[in-house]
């Protein structure tokens, strides 16, 4: 199959998981023997060789386009810079920008397909995220080709008609006011997002689409997130525990992990902090030692350093940026990994967890609750503990539970973890469901089956 793919992060260029995903769907989709072209902004990486130049009019004035071309594992990405789709900041500057890059990235988007289509018409565009709302559109509109929206994160933004018209999608645009998602949805002839739970918990975003929604999970590369790649592999695990909590200066215990952004709508750190400031009045707390990874809210990272100061002996904030390969050797020595999300739409911390051998403690939402096997739902299947999310008691006494699992028990955890991350969410496997999607020929989200 010929297939398009449309996003505004592709490695290296990354913000969030979003960039580690179309990655993995275009290069898993090449594998499986598909031809696969990408058209992402250039975000001023200036990434490729120079392949082409035409100009666009938008907002009043003709902007130079720039396209680079590059290969990277067989796909064909071609970036497209000049004007704001040269801005470094991936969202930014600020909002107004942000709508402007995305009405550009579309008009460029169609500017591009003019010149290769005598050689590489589509089969099927998939786009990913609602900053290719006008890509979409427009694509669909001057070549007709079936496509495909994948929901990553659902953003809810609101956006003015005026920008529609901008990128000669008014037709698109009958209220003054418009969400992105919804006309992208309404454009694609396949909706899907990234874990079966989430599209339910967002039905009523989804139900507007009923009929051609579906999920499709994620997957998870464990041939990166692999304890044979450790550097501390032919250690015991207790012994790389050791080192890792002597390096930030703790002494030996049980370890719990938290990695991810510092932000109270999604990820929960503000349940996790909570959760600590619980189990600090119980005598098991002083065995316990809790790595906070992350940056982001001010006020958190405030928050989450006083608690450090408070239990200087248990806790320790690390806002610092650790490489992958660091961060590979912190899930395979500790032994817990906290995913407290409030919401989390598939989630890859738990995944990346269960690859090494760290146990997870996860929200029971969205995609964590789809790939943790709840130890108290499922003891012979567990891969790890699910709590209701915001909920810090609830968290806490999960923590407890966990501190007190005897050896067979973790061993178990661990072993169905590794089984589950390698076997069950596979790209490939992702990418072989994206094939049915493609073709029409998967099954749809039903709300009177559920
Ligand atoms: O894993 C990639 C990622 C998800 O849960 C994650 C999210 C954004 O919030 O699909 O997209």
Redesign the pocket.
């Known amino acids: 199959m010929k297939i398009l793919i449309i996003g505004f992060e592709y490695l290296p260029v990354k913000v ?3 960039a ?2 179309i990655t993995s769907i275009a290069t898993g989709l090449r594998k499986l023997g598909n031809e696969v072209v990408v058209f992402t902004p250039d975000h001023g990486r200036g990434l490729g060789e120079v392949v082409g130049s035409f100009n666009v009019s938008a907002f009043g004035e003709s902007i130079g386009i720039t396209v680079r071309k590059r290969v990277e594992q067989g796909v064909t990405v071609y970036s497209l810079g000049g004007g704001l789709l040269s801005e470094p900041d991936v969202y930014g500057p600020n909002w107004e920008a942000l709508l402007r890059k995305t009405v550009l990235f579309g008009k460029a988007s169609v500017g591009l397909m003019n010149e290769l289509i005598g050689e590489f018409k589509p089969d099927v565009i998939h786009a990913h995220d609602w900053h290719v709302v006008f890509a979409l559109g427009l694509l669909k509109k001057y070549f007709g080709i079936r496509s495909i929206f994948t929901v ?2 659902l953003n809810r933004a609101r956006i003015s008609s005026e920008y529609f018209r901008e990128a000669n999608l008014g037709e698109l645009a009958p209220y003054p006011e418009l969400d992105p998602e919804h006309t992208a949805g309404y454009v694609a002839d396949a909706v899907t997002t ?1 874990s079966r739970s989430y599209l339910w918990e967002e039905w009523e975003f989804f139900k507007n689409f009923d009929g051609k929604v579906t999920h499709v999970f ?1 997957g998870i590369d464990c041939s990166f997130w692999n304890e044979e790649l450790m550097e501390t592999k032919d250690l015991p695990r207790e012994e790389r525990r050791r080192l890792v909590l002597e390096r930030f200066g703790l002494r030996d215990g049980t370890t719990f992990m938290f990695i991810g952004r510092f932000d109270r709508s ?1 990820k929960g750190v503000d349940t996790l902090l909570h959760a600590i400031e619980i189990l600090s009045s119980d005598p098991i707390f002083e065995g316990m030692r809790f790595l906070i990874i992350g940056k982001g809210d001010p006020e958190l990272e405030k928050l989450a350093r006083a608690l450090q100061n408070r239990f200087p002996e248990n806790v320790r904030v690390i806002t610092e940026l650790l490489s992958r390969e660091t961060v590979r050797e912190l899930y395979g020595s500790v032994d817990f990994v906290v995913i407290p999300s409030h919401f ?5 911390v738990q995944l990346e967890a269960m690859c090494l051998g760290a146990i997870p403690l996860g929200s029971s939402v ?2 964590i609750k789809d790939t943790i096997v709840d130890l108290n739902l499922d003891p012979e299947n567990a891969t790890g503990l699910l709590v209701p999310p915001g909920d810090a008691l609830a968290l806490a006494r999960a923590m407890v539970e966990a501190a007190g699992l005897d050896g067979e028990t973790l061993e178990r955890l661990r072993k169905n973890g590794r089984k589950r991350g390698r076997e069950e969410f596979t790209w490939e496997k992702a990418c072989r469901r994206y094939l049915k999607v493609y073709e029409g020929a998967v099954d749809r989200a039903v709300p009177f089956l559920r």
């Open positions: 969030g998981g979003l580690e995903a990553h994160r990234v994620n999604q989390e739409p598939f989630g890859l969205g995609g």
